[in-house]
């Protein structure tokens, strides 16, 4: 992992609280492991003060490239813009609410070599009520039985990846059911992955945004779609260049 290029991305939505000092924090980290680096925020149309903290942070750290939706994309659409964006050779992205500690991306990088496609984080502890934690871990074992995907935490978004595998694997959901669609298709292109175990923390600002009837509705339609189009069609692989 010498000499890498290094994109550093953070989907956005209502983390006043949190994305301030997650930016300042990627700076430092970034600069440690490599010259050669960009820092993305991409903001889904948030309604907090996020938008007049970025537009402050761009002023200082000048490896930050904000994108901004105009209107609210959601979890999936926001991962899809900071993925078709970035442009070095690595991309490495974090949810903008703190729950994870981005100077851990050091120890996924000490995973990462030329024969490993992804490193995934798991978490080592989930910090979370008690209601999340079994609702997280129903979520799971249904998702790994249902798609056959082998890693071990689809919900932990902390991972390293190659920019070059979204040359072949096309993603398509706009909410969160992304990461099962993202990592399934992983598994569907026998690419190759390691993981690590992370720290996860207590959300300290805003709240979850997934724990509404009407969204957990959606999750489950998006879910029974994902399921028709990877498992009676062929999965959206695209052939290398």
């Known amino acids: 992992m010498e000499n890498i290029s290094l994109s550093i991305f953070f989907p956005c939505y209502n983390d006043a609280g949190t994305i301030g000092s997650l930016v300042l924090s990627a700076n430092e980290v970034a600069k440690s492991l490599t010259n050669d680096f960009e820092i993305i925020v991409v903001d889904d149309d948030s309604n907090d003060r996020s938008k007049e903290i970025l537009k402050s942070l761009v002023e200082v750290c000048g490896a ?13 659409g926001t991962l ?30 000490k995973k990462m070599n030329e024969n490993i496609d992804y490193v995934n984080g798991y978490k080592l502890k989930r910090n979370d009520p008690w209601y999340r934690i ?17 890693i071990r935490d689809v919900d932990c978004d902390f991972r390293l990846i190659k920019r070059s595998i979204f040359d072949r694997v096309e993603l398509k959901n706009n909410s969160g059911v992304i990461c099962v669609e993202m990592i399934t298709k992983f598994h569907q292109s026998n690419l190759k992955f390691r993981e690590v ?16 009837f009407s969204r957990i509705i959606r999750v489950i339609i998006d879910l029974f779609y994902l399921w028709c189009e990877l498992k009676l069609n062929k999965p959206t692989i695209r052939k290398q260049k």
């Open 64 to 76: 930050l490239r904000v994108i901004y939706h105009e209107k609210n994309k959601g979890y999936g």
């Open 197 to 212: 175990g992370v720290t996860h923390y207590h959300r300290l600002h805003g709240k979850s945004q997934f724990f509404n």
């Open 80 to 109: 899809r813009t900071g993925f078709n964006n970035a442009i070095k050779e690595f991309v490495f992205y974090t949810d903008g609410d703190g729950q994870y500690d981005v100077k851990e991306l050091v120890v996924l990088c």
């Open 134 to 150: 079994v609702i997280g871990k129903i979520y799971h074992h249904t998702m790994k039985l249902i798609f056959g995907f082998k």
